[in-house]
C-alpha cells in the first residue's frame, strides 16, 4: 500500500504527530530542532491537528504546547517527576551496554501500540531523529546527518551498531526523507541509495532569541562569569570528538599570552563522549585563568553570552547543518567555522572558514579576527546579512510541502 492508499480521508487537512522523546531535558540539536519545528508549523495555521507522543501519552493541543515550552531555559526536569524520570533515564542509559537496542524496544512497546489509533485518524507520523516506532499511516524521517558512517570512532560503538542495523531499514520505510542540507541529502543518496524524489532539503533557522545586544543587556551575565564584552573567544559544544574542541583549545593555547589573557576562551556546554584528554588540557588553561569552563547554562545567559563574544568558535569536523554558526551570525558574532561537510553551505562565505584538521589554521583564523577589528567587523556584518536568508518559518513552510506531497 503506497502513501496515497494509506492517507485516506486526510488528504482533504492536514495532521501531523510528532516523536517528542527528543525534547526531554538536556535539550540540544535534535530536541532545539523537534521543538521548532513543532512551534513553527503550529503558527502557519495550516495543520488540522499537531500531536506530540512519548512514554505511551499523546500529547495534543494545550498539552502538547506545555510540554514543547516546558523548562525551555533549563537544562534539567524535576527529578521526581514522571518527566523527569525520563530525562534522567534518558541520560543514564547511554553508556549501559544494550541501550539503544532496549530504548528502541521499549519505544515499541510504550509507544507503537499507543499511535496505532492516530493512523486511522489520518495523522502524518514525523521521527525527526532518525529511527521511528511502528506505524501504519505515512512516515516521514529526518535524518541530520551520516556521521555514524563518515565518523564512527567519535561515536560509542553501540550508536553505530544501532544505526548501522536499523537506518537502512527505517529510511527505506520512510514515505519521505527530511535533511537539513544539500550536502547531508547527497550522503543519503550516496550511502542509502535513497532517490531524489524521496528527499526533501529544509534549511533551520535561528530563532529571535539570538539577536545583538548592548553591553548592557548582558551585562548581569558578564558579572557572573567575570567577562568583559566583546572580551573572550566562546564555543557552544559538547566536548566531544566530532566538535573538535580539543583542536580548538590546542590552537587557542598557542595563541600570544597577551591575547590569551585579553580573551579567554568561554567553554559552554556538557561532557562528552571521551573527553578526558580535553580536560585535561583544559583544566591546565582554567588555573591560568585563560579559560572559564560553564558546563550546561541557561539559555538566556548562552543566548547574551553569544551576542557578547569578540569570537564565536565552531570548527566541527561533521556537521549536518551547524545551527550553532547560525545563531551566532544572528547575534552579530564574527564567526569562525570549518571549510567542510555542511558549514560552507550554511556560511557562505559569511564566517571565516578554515581547515578544521588544522590547528594552525584554526589558531591563525583566531588571532586574524582578535587582532584585526575591520575583518571582524565585516564578518559580523555578512554574518547578520546571512541570517536574514534563514527562518523557522521558512523551515516550517518548507516541511509542510513534504506533507502536502504524501497527498
Not at 245 to 269: I, K
Request: with cysteine; charged share 20%.
Amino acid at each position: 500500500m503506497d502513501a496515497a492508499e494509506r492517507c485516506g480521508h486526510w488528504s482533504r487537512g492536514l495532521k501531523v504527530l510528532f516523536n517528542v522523546q527528543s525534547l526531554l531535558p538536556p535539550r540540544t540539536g535534535i530536541g532545539l530542532y523537534t521543538q521548532h519545528l513543532i512551534e513553527a508549523l503550529a503558527a502557519t495555521g495550516e495543520l488540522d491537528a499537531v500531536a506530540g507522543f512519548l512514554g505511551g501519552r499523546i500529547y495534543r493541543g494545550e498539552a502538547l504546547h506545555a510540554f514543547v515550552n516546558e523548562d525551555r531555559s533549563a537544562h534539567s526536569a524535576p527529578a521526581l517527576s514522571p518527566r523527569g524520570r525520563l530525562a534522567a533515564l534518558k541520560v543514564a542509559i547511554r553508556g549501559v551496554p544494550g541501550a539503544y537496542a532496549a530504548r528502541q524496544a521499549l519505544r515499541e512497546w510504550q509507544d507503537g501500540r499507543r499511535i496505532g489509533a492516530l493512523a486511522s485518524e489520518g495523522f502524518v507520523y514525523h521521527e525527526p531523529n532518525y529511527i521511528p516506532v511502528r506505524y501504519a499511516g505515512p512516515l516521514v524521517i529526518t535524518a541530520h546527518d551520516l556521521s555514524h558512517v563518515r565518523y564512527p570512532q567519535f561515536h560509542p560503538a553501540e550508536r553505530v551498531a544501532f544505526l548501522d542495523k536499523h537506518l537502512a531499514s527505517a529510511l527505506a520505510r520512510a514515505d519521505r526523507v527530511v535533511t537539513d542540507s544539500h550536502f547531508v541529502a547527497g550522503e543519503l543518496a550516496e550511502v542509502y541509495g535513497i532517490p531524489a524524489g524521496k528527499l526533501f532539503v529544509t534549511h533551520l533557522g535561528a530563532d529571535a532569541d539570538f539577536r545583538v545586544r548592548s553591553s548592557e543587556e548582558v551585562a548581569e551575565t558578564l558579572r557572573a562569569f567575570g567577562l568583559r564584552y566583546r572580551g573572550f573567544v566562546l564555543s557552544v559544544a559538547t566536548l566531544e570528538p566530532r566538535k573538535n574542541v580539543e583542536r580548538l583549545v590546542a590552537a587557542y593555547a598557542d595563541l600570544p599570552a597577551a591575547t590569551r589573557r585579553a580573551c579567554p576562551l568561554v567553554l559552554v556546554g556538557g561532557g562528552g563522549w571521551r573527553d578526558s584528554t580535553l580536560l585535561s588540557r583544559v583544566r591546565e588553561l582554567e588555573a591560568k585563568g585563560e579559560v572559564v569552563r560553564t558546563g550546561y547554562l541557561p539559555r538566556s545567559q548562552v543566548v547574551e553570552l553569544y551576542s557578547a563574544a569578540a569570537v564565536f568558535a565552531y570548527p566541527s569536523l561533521y556537521e549536518g547543518f551547524g545551527l550553532p554558526v547560525l545563531e551566532g551570525f544572528a547575534s552579530g558574532a564574527p564567526v569562525l567555522t570549518s571549510n567542510v561537510t555542511s558549514l560552507p553551505e550554511v556560511s557562505a562565505g559569511a564566517a571565516l572558514e578554515v581547515d578544521p584538521l588544522s590547528t594552525e589554521a584554526i589558531r591563525e583564523g583566531l588571532y586574524r579576527l582578535l587582532d584585526d577589528a575591520q575583518l571582524a567587523r565585516q564578518h559580523a556584518e555578512r554574518g547578520l546579512e546571512r541570517a536574514k536568508t534563514f527562518s523557522w518559518e521558512k523551515c516550517a513552510q518548507q516541511t509542510l510541502a513534504v506533507y502536502r506531497s504524501l497527498a
